[in-house]
């Protein structure tokens, strides 16, 4: 069992720049591969980021790319997004997901990943 916590998340002016953390309880955290997603209101969910158990595998989605940065401290069972150069269409609920049984990948595919947190919403707004 893992269990996912979010945090991080608020209110920023375009431009502006937010770090997202993914807290883990639980043993299989550095076997899982981790993710990012986002859903704005009325919309599907979405791929944002992933990286692999050991940190070495790590993919974007084309709209974060060059923008946000993925990282993971397995010490600190903990995953990161670094979002800089936030625009207003970045406004969602961002969850952190992880994937005990793909542990060796980065995984954009969400139904491949087994544990979810609660999600944080994320604002950018002037």
């Known amino acids: 069992q893992v269990q996912l916590i979010e945090s991080g998340g608020g209110l920023v002016q375009p431009g502006g720049s937010l770090r997202l953390s993914c807290a883990a309880s639980?043993?299989?955290?550095?076997?899982?591969?981790m993710g990012w997603f986002r859903q704005a209101p009325g919309t599907e969910r979405e791929f944002v980021a992933a990286?692999?158990?050991?940190?070495?595998?790590?993919g974007y989605a084309d709209f974060v790319k060059g923008r946000f940065t993925i990282s993971r401290d397995n010490a600190k069972n903990t995953v990161y997004l670094q979002m800089n150069s936030l625009k207003p269409e970045d406004t969602a609920v961002y969850y952190c997901?992880?994937?005990?049984?793909?542990?060796?990948?980065?995984?954009?595919?969400?139904?491949?990943?087994?544990?979810w947190g609660q999600g944080t919403q994320v604002t950018v707004s002037s």
């Open positions: 997901a992880a994937s005990s049984d793909y542990g060796s990948s980065a995984i954009g595919d969400m139904k491949k990943y087994n544990y």
């Open positions: 639980g043993r299989t955290f550095s076997s899982s591969s």
């Open positions: 990286i692999s158990r050991s940190g070495f595998s790590i």
